[in-house]
């Protein structure tokens, strides 16, 4: 059985600044801490994160970066504070982690994302299911997910990420990099078991090809961002078989990979 922390930290604080009229106001600005992940004692990545969920956040990293294909295979994840390290150790040591460090490739995700080893070429084999999402469905999700900003509206500066099933909010985090706050679903959904079929994931972040991989790795067939996309993240989604969904306001959107999977149905049910 997997041995892990629960080392949620606030993720914000109070600071006083001077407005445009010379006034003194407070402030909230979000909370940025660096947390470097250890594998067997072997340094592998560090982290800039908000500290919410911390130990999702490395379980969702290490798969989705495929250092490990069964969780049964960590034995402990400790993350510490005070040292701004985690340390996970391992069932069995894992022999290629240097190999992994080795054909990484640094991403354009915020906070410098990073994908290890094989990542690129294993989704070339794989394509996620097939699922259809109503127009409905996304209004009503994007009108009720407004409301779950907490740390955007008060501070700014985070991205929000949520794992929607029909109508249902089955998680939703919002963390300093959109790439994060994935890995930390991701996480969320590997300790639980939790499969992707038939979810939405929703980001508020740009949909680029690593936010599609992250998504088509855990399984998930529809991907909704109310920001724009980059070609390659468009070409990913078409090879991995994402619904594309970006550009997502209000009762607007743009459907850039797979229109047949979304059904018009424009009830207006928000």
């Known amino acids: 059985m997997l041995e ?6 606030l993720g914000a604080s109070s600071v006083q600044a001077t407005n445009e009229r010379g006034e003194t106001v407070e402030v909230t600005l979000v909370e940025e801490r660096a947390l470097t992940i250890f594998i067997d004692r072997q340094e592998i990545v560090t982290l ?3 500290g919410s969920y911390p130990e999702l956040l490395v379980l969702g990293y290490l798969k989705n970066q495929d250092f490990f294909q069964d ?6 994840l400790q993350v510490d504070w005070q040292t701004e390290a985690v340390a996970v150790v391992s069932s069995n040591p894992n022999k290629v982690i240097e190999q992994l460090k080795l054909s990484r490739t640094i991403t354009s995700g915020c906070g410098q994302g990073t994908m290890f080893g ?5 989704l070339k084999q794989e394509k996620v299911g097939t ?3 109503k127009q409905s469905t996304l209004y009503f999700l994007l009108h009720y997910l407004s409301q779950h900003n907490d740390v955007y509206k008060k501070a700014g500066a985070v991205h929000g990420c949520a794992l929607c099933k029909g109508k249902e909010v089955l998680f939703f985090v919002e963390d300093v990099g959109r790439h994060n706050a994935v890995d930390t679903i991701a996480g969320h959904m590997w300790l639980h078991g939790i499969a992707g079929d038939g979810c939405v994931f929703y980001t508020t972040g ?8 992250k998504v088509a790795q855990m399984g998930v067939p529809t991907l909704l961002s109310r920001s724009g996309a980059t070609k390659m993240g468009v070409d ?8 594309l969904i970006s550009r997502a306001k209000g009762r607007h959107f743009q459907v850039l990979n797979g229109l047949a999977n979304v059904e018009l149905d424009d009830t207006g049910d928000v």
């Open 4 to 9: 892990m922390t629960q080392a949620s930290i």
């Open 206 to 213: 740009r949909l680029t090809s690593e936010m599609v991989i």
């Open 131 to 133: 699922a259809t999402v």
């Open 236 to 243: 990913m989604a078409v090879q991995s078989g994402v619904t």
């Open 48 to 50: 800039m994160t908000m």
């Open 71 to 76: 969780i049964e295979e960590i034995k402990a």
């Open 118 to 122: 094989k990542v690129l070429d294993k």
